[in-house]
């Protein structure tokens, strides 16, 4: 099964014990993101490393392991339905997030529950994933 990860998602995997990041790890899931998540991690690299209290090497090496997790789709591959997606929700960033999961047809991980305020578009918390595993 796909899912489309969010960047407040990704930002969690560098937690060393969060329990995000072990949902990222052991998951049979096929995760997928749009690229701007990737530029949206690797922009606020600083700030993670600093909240987190990681050293620099370390999310440099976590961030290697994350991109064998996740896979980073290039824009190309969901440009067609951003219009569409921008009809569920008009913010720019969460739109290729909802352009995705419609190229895809699946669902979206997120903690950010401003987005389940649309009825297009399953969106999953952390929670509402664990609930559904077991």
Do not use: G, H
């Amino acid at each position: 099964m796909k899912i489309v990860v969010d960047t407040n998602i990704l930002f969690s995997f560098f937690w060393k014990n969060s329990v995000t990041r072990k949902l990222l790890i052991a998951s049979n899931f096929e995760l997928i993101a749009p690229e701007l998540v990737f530029n949206e991690l690797k922009k606020y690299s600083n700030e993670i490393i600093k909240k987190t209290k990681i050293t620099k090497q370390f999310f440099k090496n976590e961030f290697l392991n994350l991109k064998k997790i996740i896979d980073f789709v290039n824009y190309k591959e969901y440009t067609s339905y951003i219009k569409a997606a921008r009809k569920i929700f008009p913010d720019r960033d969460d739109a290729e997030l909802f352009a995705l999961c419609l190229r895809y047809s699946c669902f979206l991980w997120s903690n950010d529950s401003i987005l389940k305020k649309q009825d297009k578009i399953k969106v999953f918390s952390t929670d509402d994933l664990i609930e559904s595993l077991f």
